[in-house]
Antibody, heavy 119, light 107 residues
Framework: QVQLVQSGAEMKKPGASVRVSCKAS????????VFWVRQAPGQGLECMGM????????TYAQNFQGRVTMTRDTSTSTVYMELSSLRSEDTAVYYC????????????WGQGTLVIVSS | EIVLTQSPGTLSLSPGERATLSCRAS???????LAWYQQKPGQAPRLFIY???SRATGIPDRFSGSGSGTDFTLTISRLEPEDFAVYYC????????FGQGTKVEIK
């Protein structure tokens, strides 16, 4: 069965970076895009961008340009999202989700990773 | 960027009642690239509707989606206890944006 399993919760200080992983299983890793979306406490969903695991190509949302980097390791079927220059407003649950392409809905999601930014 | 506006913010209904959720886009959503997700507290969102009107795998037929262009609707014909949750619409035809969500709560 398709699964996206994310790494555990993180606590970081302002100005630091965080890297969250998303390990895929149950399907051909390179056949689906992976998106990252975050949800601040009590708030809605905000798309951060996507990576095509086949080519490694990425598209980042404008709000995160220059601060986010998405990479993948095809040998372990894992996608990574790194967010730098963290501030308190980055405290959120970060989700990965897969889609058949950039113009498909997101059919499977990871369980979410809580990132807390606090001094 | 396409902005999605959902209404109402909160819908208070009883089990067995009909729920109608609206999602309006600031510009036309091409080829009905519109999805609906359900999210329960502490859980990841779950895909319910894609392509504006197609039910995802395992979604019961009391859920239906309709609309095109800039106006879309999610209808739950008869609310079951497990349907009380937050619902988000998403467009994926021009970038990817979400509405702010509609909470369906028990009256």
């Amino acid at each position: 069965q398709v699964q996206l399993v994310q790494s555990g919760a993180e606590m970081k200080k302002p100005g630091a970076s965080v890297r969250v992983s998303c390990k895929a299983s149950g399907y051909t890793f390179t056949s689906h895009y992976v998106f990252w979306v975050r949800q601040a406490p009590g708030q809605g969903l905000e798309c951060m961008g996507m990576i095509n695991p086949s080519r490694g190509s990425t598209t980042y949302a404008q709000n995160f340009q220059g601060r986010v980097t998405m990479t993948r390791d095809t040998s372990t079927s894992t996608v990574y999202m790194e967010l730098s220059s963290l501030r308190s407003e980055d405290t959120a649950v970060y989700y990965c989700a897969r889609a058949e392409s950039g113009i498909h809905s997101w059919d499977y999601w990871g369980q979410g990773t809580l990132v807390i930014v606090s001094s | 960027e396409i902005v999605l506006t959902q209404s109402p913010g909160t819908l208070s209904l009883s089990p067995g009642e009909r729920a109608t959720l609206s999602c309006r886009a600031s510009q036309s959503v091409g080829s009905s690239y519109l999805a609906w997700y359900q999210q329960k507290p502490g859980q990841a969102p779950r895909l319910f509707i894609y392509g504006a009107s197609s039910r995802a795998t395992g979604i019961p037929d009391r859920f239906s989606g309709s609309g095109s262009g800039t106006d879309f609707t999610l209808t739950i014909s008869r609310l079951e206890p497990e349907d009380f949750a937050v619902y988000y619409c998403q467009q994926y035809g021009s970038g990817w944006t979400f509405g702010q969500g509609t909470k369906v709560e028990i009256k």
